[in-house]
């Protein structure tokens, strides 16, 4: 696994699978499907978690611009922000127009298009346009459909700014991987009845892994603000939300942005355009299997 430098080094028991993505323009520009090819190296994995309950999956077709946000599962773009208004952004809840290759979608005065190339590897390139020093968050909300047993390596992790706590609307602070119930966060079960939002400032790189399998995310700012800096948003529902039928879902979101709002609330900061009125960043996702 070297070809990553984030886990686990030099360790040739592992090696890569090819990844194919599908998405949905028209619903948001949602992924629908990550999935590893079936191969020498064991049987086809899907990596995107989806709601089973099929009123969820009904309400996220019918929701529209200004709709509070529907947790369907699979990736979400949230832009220009998570928190806040509107809930995870507006992306994800109006269409996308065909575009130099990709897709594009407004939000405001900005505007967000995305291009997709998946061989060995998937890579995402992010364009967001707008007046210059406009601020907005773009996180990259991926619900991965992980066992109880998966954990999660974030080697540039030093500090967690966990949201909502000790009370909604507060920001606690803690030495990664320490969680505010006892539970280090970069454990992903058991399931425990909590859920707990997390944002990891500075980190451009993660790892998932799941028995014989693992996801690797890289992510880096390649034109715009030289100022704006990487984080990675995790959100642990380990069967602690809703808070009326609670389920399990993990959400491992690269994020533009050391903050999930514009607000002004907390610690971290958003990003912005450049003098140009541009940001440009780049997403890596690679899949592997120890044999």
């Known amino acids: 696994m070297t070809a990553t430098g984030i886990w686990p080094a030099d360790d040739p028991a592992w090696g890569p699978r090819s990844?194919?993505?599908?998405?949905?323009?028209?619903?948001?520009?949602?992924?629908?499907?990550?999935?590893s090819a079936a191969g020498d190296r064991g049987p086809e994995r899907e990596w995107l978690w989806s709601n089973p309950d099929p009123e969820v999956a009904a309400a996220r077709v019918a929701a529209g611009p200004g709709a509070a946000f529907v947790d369907v599962g699979g990736v979400e773009e949230c832009f220009p922000t998570v928190r806040g208004e509107p809930d995870h952004g507006a992306a994800w809840s109006r269409p996308w127009t065909a575009a130099e290759g990709g897709h594009r979608v407004r939000a405001g005065a900005l505007g967000l298009a995305r291009r997709m190339r998946a061989d060995a590897s998937l890579t995402v390139d992010y364009a967001v346009t707008g007046p210059p020093g406009t601020p907005f968050v773009h996180a990259v909300h991926a619900l991965?459909?992980?066992s109880p047993a998966a954990r999660l390596h974030v080697p540039e992790a030093r500090t967690a700014h966990v949201l909502d706590h000790p009370v909604d609307g507060a920001v606690a602070v803690l030495p990664w991987p320490a969680g505010p119930g006892g539970t280090p966060l970069d454990l992903l079960g058991p399931d425990d009845g909590t859920a707990v939002a997390a944002v990891l400032p500075g980190c451009s790189s993660a790892a998932v892994v799941d028995g014989?399998?693992?996801?690797?995310?890289?992510?880096?700012?390649?034109?715009?603000?030289?100022?704006?800096?990487?984080?990675?948003?995790?959100?642990?529902?380990?069967?602690?939300?809703?808070?009326?039928?609670?389920?399990?879902?993990?959400?491992?979101?690269?994020?533009?942005?050391?903050?999930?709002?514009?607000?002004?609330?907390?610690?971290?900061?958003?990003?912005?355009?450049g003098p140009d009125g541009r940001l440009r960043w780049q997403l890596t996702i690679t899949a592997w299997r120890r044999t």
């Open 144 to 146: 991965l459909d992980l």
């Open 212 to 273: 014989p399998d693992a996801l690797v995310l890289r992510w880096r700012v390649t034109a715009g603000d030289p100022a704006a800096t990487c984080s990675l948003l995790l959100w642990r529902n380990l069967g602690g939300w809703p808070e009326a039928r609670p389920y399990r879902s993990i959400g491992v979101e690269p994020m533009v942005g050391t903050t999930a709002t514009l607000d002004g609330s907390g610690p971290g900061l958003p990003a912005t355009t």
């Open 19 to 35: 990844l194919t993505v599908e998405t949905d323009p028209g619903l948001g520009g949602r992924w629908t499907s990550l999935r």
